[in-house]
């Protein structure tokens, strides 16, 4: 995994931990005692680091934050630490990715020269912890500290190009970053530039007596530590340690931040987000699928949603046709689609040539026979059975046999779907999230007759789009939108029973996700409610009429200014929700007529039990169904999708934080306070025998 060459008086010590040169306990047992080597060689003047297969290093491996370290064990920190003491001259050739660890390897050494192409990132905080080997210690003394911590709060993956002209590189070049590094060594003559006999550096027009106040303001602009901003608030502190300790001393604070955070409960979680989304694709019988290629794809509807769906073709390289009959929806959805690129031009993430190109990838027609040769077809039309039927019958009359069905349906039968079609193995569901070509999460559903071939192919599509594919069984509303059903069901009988919607909201919030249910329901359109209410009137419909009195009055949300908020254009350009007690009122007034008893001191906590465990409990309904393969996916779609604050790890993982055998007690609780509807999920009652 390690391999050492020397060149004249230049040792060159190649990271070769395939698949991203991961600095794991076992590779930096191996990586020590050559470091330690080429030292103690006298006719060694100067040490290369590079790494193999056109990648530096992704960082840390994270399998090894599960082990628990023994004084033998051998991390980065033992690896830098030998640097740090050297004598000799180091330097760091990077091409391709230096993440985390491997970047802290980089701020050890003297110099640092990297490819055109090669990023640099700290990515920590977004696992809840900080640089650990380092990183907060010396970056702050090669850029100023407020850059410092923008780079390691914000993350980035910093280009090269930028890098050096931070001056956190010393060169870039096109290609021979080790030839480049060889001259660059020649060139220091011995000189050594160690980052830790440097001073921290303040913001230009900041003096020292100022340092409490930059801190205090940059706690101040991070969440609270209860809000998921603990790991920021401990890199603040480890960052102004560079500035107030010497660097030995500050070396040791932020070890003693970053073991911290390691056992943290939100470091905990987002570790499971980030695993759990990594096994999403082990699905039995998958890895014998054949995907077939997908060189050509096709979108049936032109409204929002299926522009989105064109644009993710686009962005992946797939030219699309889109079947919209209505010249004046063609229009409008071009427009979003140039004006979608333009924008990202002015932002800096496009060429004016990669967008112009994505945007003429994508052609409209009013004819189903333009998509004849295409190997996926997704429809996005209405959600109607009858509707997305004759849909599909007309698609698989004209699309080449071999190509793949799907449905973009958020709650519709698969099988009855497929049923339409002589192709029942290759119909699907591929449910995007609006708005599609930014929303991460894709639900691949399978129908009693999806082939193992179709599955691969969609999820093989969905990491093309950079999507994150979970695949769901077929039941009304799958995973996220079954579950989303009981969630608001709670959320309308705590209105009904005499609770404003923005406590409700407030609460939910407090909890962490972006918005409450009452917001989501106005963002995503009272009238989709509405529809969902009528095909399955026993889901989240409530008991009252205020549904049905919303849509008779029209207010069916941010798209007419009124829902259960108003909404002001002047304020927060018409997004922000605005209270209205009339709504209020017509919770009592429908709530009297239905003869609801009102409760309107629950507490906070209260609203989030609710609202939370009928989540907890809907999901472990899915998973004795089988409808979700595991508790982690179902995190998944909710972290994704709905706004589950992910450092609460999804609401699965919640359950197993706050104990299944608490859970299953609250939900025994409120049947016997609430009624039948919470029934709890036989797995919730095994997990309590098993507490």
Same mark, same amino acid.
């Given at each position: 995994?390690?391999?050492?060459?020397?060149?004249?008086?230049?040792?060159?010590?190649?990271?070769?931990?395939?698949?991203?040169?991961?600095?794991?306990?076992?590779?930096?047992?191996?990586?020590?005692?050559?470091?330690?080597?080429?030292?103690?060689?006298?006719?060694?003047?100067?040490?290369?680091?590079?790494?193999?297969?056109?990648?530096?290093?992704?960082?840390?491996?994270?399998?090894?934050?599960?082990?628990?370290?023994?004084?033998?064990?051998?991390?980065?920190?033992?690896?830098?630490?030998?640097?740090?003491?050297?004598?000799?001259?180091?330097?760091?050739?990077?091409?391709?990715?230096?993440?985390?660890?491997?970047?802290?390897?980089?701020?050890?050494?003297?110099?640092?020269?990297?490819?055109?192409?090669?990023?640099?990132?700290? /990515?920590?905080?977004?696992?809840?912890?900080?640089?650990?080997?380092?990183?907060?210690?010396?970056? /702050?003394?090669?850029?100023?500290? =407020?850059?410092?911590?923008?780079?390691?709060?914000?993350?980035?993956?910093?280009?090269?190009?930028?890098?050096?002209?931070?001056?956190?590189?010393?060169?870039?070049?096109?290609?021979?970053?080790?030839?480049?590094?060889?001259?660059?060594?020649?060139?220091?003559?011995?000189?050594?530039?160690?980052?830790?006999?440097?001073?921290?550096?303040?913001?230009?027009?900041?003096?020292?007596?100022?340092?409490?106040?930059?801190?205090? =303001?940059?706690?101040?602009?991070?969440?609270?530590?209860?809000?998921?901003?603990?790991?920021?608030?401990? @890199?603040?502190?480890?960052?102004?340690?560079?500035?107030?300790?010497?660097?030995?001393?500050?070396?040791?604070?932020?070890?003693?931040?970053?073991?911290?955070?390691?056992?943290?409960?939100?470091?905990?979680?987002?570790?499971?987000?980030?695993?759990?989304?990594?096994? @999403?694709? +082990?699905?039995?019988?998958?890895?014998?699928? %054949?995907?077939?290629?997908?060189?050509?794809?096709?979108?049936?509807?032109?409204?929002?949603?299926?522009?989105?769906?064109?644009?993710?073709?686009?962005?992946?390289?797939?030219?699309?046709?889109?079947?919209?009959?209505?010249?004046?929806?063609?229009?409008?959805?071009? %427009? #979003?689609?140039?004006?979608?690129?333009?924008?990202?031009?002015?932002?800096?993430?496009?060429?004016?040539?990669?967008?112009?190109?994505?945007?003429?990838?994508?052609?409209?027609?009013?004819?189903?026979?333009?998509?004849?040769?295409?190997?996926?077809?997704?429809?996005?039309?209405?959600?109607?059975?009858?509707?997305?039927?004759?849909?599909?019958?007309?698609?698989?009359?004209?699309?080449?046999?071999?190509?793949?069905?799907?449905?973009?349906?958020?709650?519709?039968?698969?099988?009855?779907?497929?049923?339409?079609?002589?192709?029942?193995?290759?119909?699907?569901?591929?449910?995007?999230?609006?708005?599609?070509?930014?929303?991460?999460?894709?639900?691949?559903?399978?129908?009693?007759?999806?082939?193992?071939?179709?599955?691969?192919?969609?999820?093989?599509?969905?990491?093309? #789009?950079? +999507?994150?594919?979970?695949?769901?069984?077929?039941?009304?509303?799958?995973?996220?939108?079954?579950?989303?059903?009981?969630?608001?069901?709670?959320?309308?009988?705590?209105?009904?029973?005499?609770?404003?919607?923005?406590?409700?909201?407030?609460?939910?919030?407090?909890?962490?996700? /972006?918005?409450?249910?009452?917001?989501?329901?106005?963002?995503?359109?009272?009238?989709?409610?509405?529809?969902?209410? %009528?095909?399955?009137?026993?889901?989240?419909?409530?008991?009252?009429?205020? @549904?049905?009195?919303?849509?008779?009055?029209?207010?069916?949300?941010?798209?007419?200014?009124?829902?259960?908020?108003?909404?002001?254009?002047?304020?927060?350009?018409?997004?922000?929700?605005?209270?209205?007690?009339?709504?209020?009122?017509?919770?009592? =007034?429908?709530?009297?007529?239905?003869?609801?008893?009102?409760?309107?001191?629950?507490?906070?906590?209260?609203?989030?039990?609710?609202?939370?465990?009928?989540?907890?409990?809907?999901?472990?309904?899915?998973?004795?169904?089988?409808?979700?393969?595991?508790?982690?996916?179902?995190?998944?779609?909710?972290?994704?999708?709905?706004?589950?604050?992910?450092?609460?790890?999804?609401?699965?993982?919640?359950?197993?934080?706050?104990?299944?055998?608490?859970?299953?007690?609250?939900?025994?609780?409120?049947?016997?306070?609430?009624?039948?509807?919470?029934?709890?999920?036989?797995?919730? =009652?095994?997990?309590?025998?098993?507490?």
């Amino acid at each position: 995994m390690i391999s050492s060459k020397d060149s004249n008086d230049i040792r060159v010590i190649t990271l070769d931990n395939p698949p991203v040169n991961a600095l794991s306990f076992a590779l930096c047992a191996e990586l020590l005692p050559v470091v330690e080597a080429a030292e103690k060689d006298d006719a060694v003047k100067a040490v290369i680091f590079t790494g193999a297969n056109g990648i530096f290093s992704g960082g840390a491996d994270v399998n090894d934050f599960t082990t628990e370290p023994t004084p033998e064990t051998k991390t980065i920190r033992d690896v830098i630490a030998a640097v740090e003491r050297g004598t000799k001259v180091f330097i760091a050739a990077i091409d391709g990715n230096a993440l985390g660890g491997a970047f802290e390897l980089s701020l050890a050494c003297d110099y640092r020269v990297a490819t055109r192409g090669s990023r640099l990132s700290f /990515p920590e905080i977004q696992l809840g912890l900080i640089p650990g080997a380092g990183g907060t210690q010396r970056l /702050p003394r090669l850029v100023d500290v =407020q850059e410092a911590l923008q780079v390691m709060l914000k993350a980035p993956r910093v280009p090269a190009e930028e890098a050096l002209t931070k001056g956190i590189l010393d060169e870039v070049v096109d290609g021979g970053v080790v030839e480049a590094a060889k001259a660059l060594a020649q060139r220091s003559e011995g000189v050594k530039r160690r980052l830790s006999e440097r001073r921290a550096i303040l913001p230009k027009g900041v003096v020292p007596q100022a340092l409490p106040f930059v801190v205090s =303001q940059a706690h101040k602009m991070v969440p609270p530590e209860e809000s998921g901003g603990f790991a920021a608030h401990k @890199l603040i502190d480890a960052v102004e340690a560079a500035v107030t300790l010497p660097f030995a001393y500050g070396l040791a604070r932020e070890s003693r931040l970053f073991d911290e955070l390691v056992r943290s409960k939100p470091s905990l979680a987002l570790r499971h987000v980030f695993f759990a989304e990594r096994t @999403l694709n +082990k699905i039995p019988g998958l890895a014998q699928a %054949q995907a077939r290629t997908v060189a050509k794809g096709g979108v049936v509807g032109g409204g929002t949603m299926g522009t989105g769906i064109a644009i993710c073709f686009a962005d992946a390289g797939i030219p699309v046709t889109v079947v919209e009959p209505i010249d004046e929806q063609v229009e409008r959805a071009k %427009q #979003m689609i140039f004006g979608m690129y333009a924008h990202q031009v002015q932002r800096g993430r496009l060429t004016q040539e990669e967008a112009w190109k994505r945007g003429q990838s994508v052609e409209f027609t009013a004819e189903y026979g333009e998509l004849a040769d295409c190997d996926l077809v997704v429809e996005a039309v209405f959600e109607s059975m009858d509707v997305k039927r004759d849909v599909f019958a007309k698609l698989d009359a004209v699309v080449k046999p071999s190509a793949m069905l799907a449905t973009n349906t958020s709650t519709l039968d698969i099988d009855e779907i497929a049923a339409a079609t002589k192709r029942s193995s290759q119909v699907l569901g591929m449910h995007f999230f609006a708005p599609a070509n930014i929303m991460k999460l894709l639900e691949v559903v399978r129908g009693s007759a999806t082939s193992l071939d179709a599955i691969g192919t969609a999820f093989a599509v969905g990491k093309s #789009m950079r +999507k994150v594919s979970v695949l769901s069984g077929n039941a009304f509303g799958f995973i996220g939108n079954r579950m989303l059903l009981d969630y608001v069901r709670e959320a309308l009988y705590m209105a009904e029973e005499g609770l404003p919607p923005y406590r409700i909201d407030a609460a939910m919030k407090s909890f962490g996700f /972006p918005m409450g249910p009452f917001a989501m329901f106005d963002l995503s359109g009272i009238d989709v409610a509405w529809h969902i209410a %009528q095909a399955r009137p026993d889901l989240g419909a409530g008991r009252t009429k205020v @549904l049905q009195r919303l849509v008779e009055m029209k207010r069916f949300g941010q798209k007419t200014g009124a829902g259960y908020y108003r909404y002001d254009k002047n304020v927060g350009g018409g997004r922000e929700p605005i209270r209205d007690e009339t709504i209020e009122a017509l919770f009592a =007034q429908e709530a009297q007529s239905a003869g609801i008893a009102q409760h309107p001191n629950v507490s906070d906590e209260e609203v989030v039990r609710r609202c939370v465990y009928a989540l907890i409990n809907a999901g472990a309904a899915l998973l004795e169904e089988g409808i979700a393969l595991r508790p982690g996916d179902i995190d998944i779609v909710w972290v994704y999708g709905y706004g589950f604050p992910p450092y609460r790890g999804g609401p699965m993982w919640y359950a197993d934080d706050i104990g299944a055998k608490n859970v299953y007690e609250s939900i025994v609780r409120f049947r016997k306070e609430l009624g039948d509807r919470w029934e709890p999920a036989k797995l919730l =009652q095994q997990e309590l025998v098993h507490a």
